[in-house]
């Protein structure tokens, strides 16, 4: 069983930043795709940002193209999605996922519980 763990949220102020930690355990693939999602109260699931574990293909969402990196270490099992420039909007539970590429929530089979980023103006 694949689980997903997350890290590193917390209470930013605007233009700040933070490096969330995903941790994966389990039977994880190189082919399998990581990938960071965003929810916000009342709001559907947003895709961020996907790549595959060697880094070799990422692909970002025009909310945060330009202001986040997300990368991965396949040495210690942990993807990170760095953020820059933070925005009261990008106020959020920020989950990490492992499945297919893609950029839908449908397309990743494992998820995490997330991790509350919240940026105050």
């Known amino acids: 069983q694949v689980q997903l763990v997350e890290s590193g949220g917390g209470l930013v102020q605007a233009g700040g930043s933070l490096r969330l930690s995903c941790a994966v355990s389990?039977?994880?693939?190189?082919?399998?795709?990581m990938a960071w999602f965003r929810q916000a109260p009342g709001k559907e699931r947003e895709f961020l940002s996907t790549t595959r574990w060697s880094g070799s293909s990422t692909y970002y969402a025009e909310s945060v193209r330009g202001r986040c990196t997300i990368s991965t270490d396949s040495f210690k099992n942990m993807v990170y999605l760095q953020m820059n420039s933070l925005k009261p909007e990008d106020t959020a539970k920020y989950y990490c996922a492992a499945g297919d590429w893609g950029t839908e929530a449908r397309d990743y089979v494992y998820w995490g519980q997330g991790t509350q980023v919240t940026v105050s103006s």
């Open positions: 389990g039977p994880i693939f190189n082919y399998f795709t």
